[in-house]
C-alpha cells in the first residue's frame, strides 16, 4: 500500500516561493504518472499540474505556467512542486496524487488517481 506525505507548505509573501515535496513509501512509484491538486475550502479540487512517469511530459493549469514546476525524483521516490512568484489566490491546500497502474497516463482529472496525500497548507499573503 502507497503512502504520499506532501511537505514544504507554510505562510509566504506575495512574490515568493515555496517547494513542496510529496515523498512516496510502500512502494516505488517510478512508473506511476504523479500530479499535484489544490483545494480551496468549500469549492472542488483543482488541477494544478502533472507528470508522466518518465518524466518527460509535464502540463500545468494555465493560472500556474511559468510560475509553478513539476518535478520527480524517482531514485528518491519523490516528487517536488516549486512555486514562485506566488499569489493571494494560491492560497489553498496543496496535494499530491498517484495513478496506481503502471504506465498509466498523468492526467488532469482528480478521479483517475488512485491514492493521495493528506495535503499541505500553502497561504500567501498580500
Known amino acids: 500500500q502507497v503512502q504520499l506525505v506532501e511537505s514544504g507548505g507554510g505562510l509566504v509573501q506575495a512574490g515568493g516561493s515555496l517547494r513542496l515535496s510529496c515523498a512516496a513509501s510502500?512502494?516505488?512509484?517510478?512508473?506511476?504518472?504523479m500530479g499535484w491538486f489544490r483545494q480551496i475550502l468549500g469549492k472542488e479540487r483543482e488541477f494544478i499540474a502533472r507528470i508522466s512517469w518518465k518524466g518527460d511530459a509535464t502540463d500545468y493549469e494555465d493560472s500556474v505556467k511559468g510560475r509553478f514546476t513539476i518535478s520527480r525524483d524517482n531514485a528518491k521516490n519523490t516528487v517536488y512542486l516549486q512555486m514562485n512568484n506566488l499569489r493571494p489566490e494560491d492560497t489553498a491546500i496543496y496535494y499530491c496524487?498517484?495513478?496506481?497502474?503502471?504506465?498509466?497516463?498523468?492526467?488532469?482529472?482528480?478521479?483517475?488517481?488512485?491514492?493521495w496525500g493528506q495535503g499541505t497548507q500553502v497561504t500567501v499573503s498580500s
Open positions: 496524487a498517484t495513478r496506481l497502474r503502471p504506465f498509466a497516463l498523468a492526467t488532469a482529472e482528480p478521479t483517475n488517481y488512485d491514492a
Open positions: 510502500g512502494r516505488s512509484l517510478s512508473v506511476n504518472p
